[in-house]
């Protein structure tokens, strides 16, 4: 997850990758099993909350139905990518949103399995507007390159990792219920209080 043009796509050759302003992930997209270390993998993409041909309700709506359908499907998520732009020399507005929403879907257990992909790490790690909240609850910053070596790194790392389910699978699948709509829609760039992620059709 992350913003668009932060290299969510180029983590995968069997994805697309979007060398403009335009964002080429218009839904959740998987791709083929592959085997790292002799662990199959499947890399799952997303959206960016500043989509330029969706919004922000619209992405959390696809993101919502993915994850229901795979955790009642009996899948967890081994680990989680955040994709911090470099050009956004300054966490500010939009990419904090980003960040904040992406921590109230995972929820505060899940962060563990995070690793936070940007090459500015240290600046931002130390910030605590910024990912220091995160990285204290066990989240892990890494550098990402947009090459393949780098990109197996990272998922290495995570393949160590317990899978586990995210807060908005728990509350939504285990605890038959609705997911409050300001826990995560209000920390959305362009928020929309009528959102609820379950009512777009499954």
Same mark, same amino acid.
């Given at each position: 997850?992350?913003?668009?043009?932060?290299?969510?796509?180029?983590?995968?050759?069997?994805?697309?990758?979007?060398?403009?302003?335009?964002?080429?992930?218009?839904?959740?997209?998987?791709?083929?099993?592959?085997?790292?270390?002799? @662990?199959?993998?499947?890399?799952?993409?997303?959206?960016?909350?500043?989509?330029?041909?969706?919004?922000?309700?619209?992405?959390?709506?696809?993101?919502?139905?993915?994850?229901?359908?795979?955790?009642?499907?009996?899948?967890?998520?081994?680990?989680?990518?955040?994709?911090?732009?470099? /050009?956004?020399? @300054?966490?500010?507005?939009?990419?904090?949103?980003?960040?904040?929403?992406?921590?109230?879907?995972?929820? +505060?257990?899940?962060?563990?399995?995070?690793?936070? !992909? #940007? +090459?500015? #790490?240290?600046?931002?790690?130390?910030?605590?507007?910024?990912?220091?909240? !995160?990285?204290?609850?066990?989240?892990?910053?890494?550098?990402?390159?947009?090459?393949? #070596? /780098?990109?197996?790194?990272?998922?290495?790392?995570?393949?160590?990792?317990?899978?586990?389910?995210?807060?908005?699978? @728990? #509350?939504?699948?285990? +605890?038959? %219920?609705?997911?409050?709509?300001?826990?995560?829609?209000?920390?959305?760039? %362009?928020?929309?209080?009528?959102?609820?992620?379950?009512? !777009?059709?499954?």
């Amino acid at each position: 997850m992350g913003a668009t043009g932060g290299g969510k796509t180029t983590v995968s050759s069997s994805l697309k990758t979007s060398d403009g302003l335009r964002s080429c992930t218009e839904t959740v997209a998987a791709t083929d099993p592959f085997l790292i270390d002799g @662990r199959k993998v499947v890399l799952v993409d997303t959206p960016g909350f500043d989509d330029t041909t969706k919004t922000d309700s619209d992405v959390l709506k696809l993101i919502a139905q993915f994850l229901t359908s795979s955790y009642q499907s009996g899948h967890k998520l081994t680990g989680l990518l955040f994709f911090h732009r470099i /050009s956004d020399f @300054r966490m500010g507005g939009i990419s904090l949103k980003n960040f904040r929403t992406f921590r109230s879907l995972c929820g +505060e257990q899940t962060l563990r399995n995070v690793v936070i !992909a #940007e +090459e500015r #790490e240290r600046e931002l790690s130390i910030k605590d507007d910024f990912f220091k909240p !995160a990285l204290d609850k066990g989240a892990q910053m890494m550098r990402h390159y947009n090459t393949p #070596e /780098s990109a197996q790194k990272i998922v290495r790392h995570l393949l160590k990792n317990n899978p586990m389910a995210l807060q908005i699978q @728990r #509350e939504i699948v285990d +605890e038959h %219920r609705d997911v409050p709509v300001c826990s995560i829609v209000s920390t959305l760039p %362009r928020y929309c209080p009528h959102l609820h992620p379950m009512n !777009a059709a499954l």
